[in-house]
């Protein structure tokens, strides 16, 4: 009994608490000291009544960002889908302000997510109650710990203390329990060292994508491209009609007609994609026990890049089905300005995705990469818009991407391109590995005494 309650604040008994895997762990490693002991200061938000506000509207009022769990992607923070709070959520809680160089933990739900704050992250912003602001002292490099807590011991720590509730909570108390070890200066350093050269590859990365996206827009004439907002379009009702089945004002917007005219007179032609393109439609024959499983919140909106889950077969969810290869496109249908389009760029097997993709395959010399690029340019978010049917979860169908007009780019051109967007997605895999290795490193350096 007196080792059950050693440790042990809230008196737990259950076994998930007393697994060997942590005794072996204090065991082997003397030079522990907790969380608190490296903390200069830390803070979580609990707010009451918080209107949550859509990413158009605040863009258009300046309004302050409203940071989720949602938009951490360890150890970098996604800008792509930000949220808004009114301006009187920024006042009414200043200790929800983040500052630059803090850590943000994950500390609800899964608990695996960490991120820091660059240095040029908008000062505006509020992080919501699911994430933990934390600045650590001189005592421990951020990148290091940032490593400890994503690494096998941190984890493992963060599931001893979480709660075992329906969503699970670490609470800040617990959070400053986890013990973690002394690493040399020296051991520091290096890990800093790995950090710097993972920044600036994602930061090449970025580039350039964006440089792929100027030389596409710039071929098209469409750089400075601004949609149409007149509030009225004259029709002809049976010629409209009849081709379209549409009534509603929003499929006929002025904008719409100014996009498909840009496209479609374009100096050197346009086509369709269905004729372009493959239309992928193999259906998953669910005869392995697990399958890799893409969904729609699993393609970065930031980036066009795609991660998967292991799910075993018997808890995939019912759209999960359509069959995937390497250097398939996909191409979300829900909420299609978002602009969730991504390429398969890796070699796992058992790979599936969800029915809401349109998933494509090249079928001509149209390169992948110039079609994925296009798509995500917001002249074609907006244009597919124009086929949304549903209010509340907008969603497009195969076919409104299947005949949509795409213009025929010189070779050369689309080579460029392709070239740049391989060299980025390269260069954010490369950022990967090393942040995979830096957490190798921590785990290595624990294992042989953390000295």
């Known amino acids: 009994m007196s080792e059950v309650l050693k440790d042990n604040d809230t008196n737990r008994i259950d076994s998930e608490y007393f697994k060997k895997d942590f005794f072996n762990f204090f065991k082997n490693i003397s030079n522990l000291e907790p969380l608190a002991n490296f903390v200069e200061d830390g803070y979580r938000v609990v707010y009451e009544n918080t209107e949550i506000v859509d990413s158009e509207l605040g863009q258009r009022m300046n309004l302050p960002y409203f940071l989720q769990a949602t938009d951490l992607e360890t150890p970098f923070i996604r800008t792509d889908n930000l949220f808004y709070v009114n301006e009187s959520e920024w006042n009414r809680y200043p200790k929800g302000r983040i500052k630059r160089g803090e850590l943000l ?6 608990l695996e997510k960490v991120s820091i704050v660059p240095d040029d992250f908008p000062e505006k912003t509020l992080v919501s109650g699911s994430l933990f602001k934390l600045t650590v002292n001189e005592r421990i490099n951020k990148h290091v710990l940032l490593c400890y807590l994503i690494c096998k011991y941190g984890i493992a720590f963060k599931d001893r203390y979480k709660t075992n509730l329906l969503i699970s909570y670490i609470s800040k108390s617990d959070l400053y329990r986890i013990p973690i070890p002394n690493f040399s200066l020296q051991f520091q350093n290096e890990i800093d060292r790995r950090f710097k050269s993972l920044y600036e590859k994602q930061k090449q990365s970025k580039s350039l994508y964006s440089e792929a996206e100027e030389i596409l827009l710039s071929e098209l004439g469409i750089k400075d491209w601004q949609p149409n907002n007149a509030q009225v379009n004259i029709k002809n009702l049976k010629d409209s009609f009849e081709a379209s089945g549409r009534l509603d004002a929003e499929y006929y917007q002025t904008k719409y007609d100014k996009i498909e005219t840009a496209i479609t007179r374009y100096k050197n032609g346009y086509d369709i994609i269905g004729n372009l393109f493959a239309h992928n439609t193999e259906v998953c024959d669910y005869k392995e026990s697990a399958y ?10 930031g980036d066009g890049s795609a991660n998967f889950n292991l799910i075993s077969t018997n808890e995939l969810p019912d759209n999960a089905k359509r069959v995937l290869h390497k250097n398939d496109i996909l191409i979300s249908k829900v909420r299609p300005y978002r602009g969730a389009v991504a390429i398969i760029d890796f070699d796992d097997e058992k790979l599936i995705g969800s029915g809401a993709f349109t998933v494509l395959q090249e079928n001509s010399t149209y390169k992948r990469e110039v079609l994925q690029i296009l798509l995500r340019t ?54 990967k590995r090393l942040l995979e290795e830096a957490k190798m490193m921590v785990e290595r350096e624990i294992e042989k005494g953390g000295k």
Do not use: C, R
Not at 292 to 300: A, H, M, R, S
């Open 105 to 110: 933990i994950e500390v609800k739900g899964k």
């Open 292 to 301: 890799n499983y893409i969904e729609i919140g699993d393609v970065n909106i």
């Open 378 to 431: 917001q002249i074609y978010k907006d244009w597919l818009l124009k086929w949304n049917v549903g209010s509340s979860y907008p969603v497009i169908k195969d076919e409104d991407i299947l005949n949509l007009p795409i213009p025929i780019l010189p070779m050369p051109i689309q080579e460029t391109i392709s070239a740049k967007i391989q060299e980025s997605f390269a260069l954010k895999a490369e950022s």
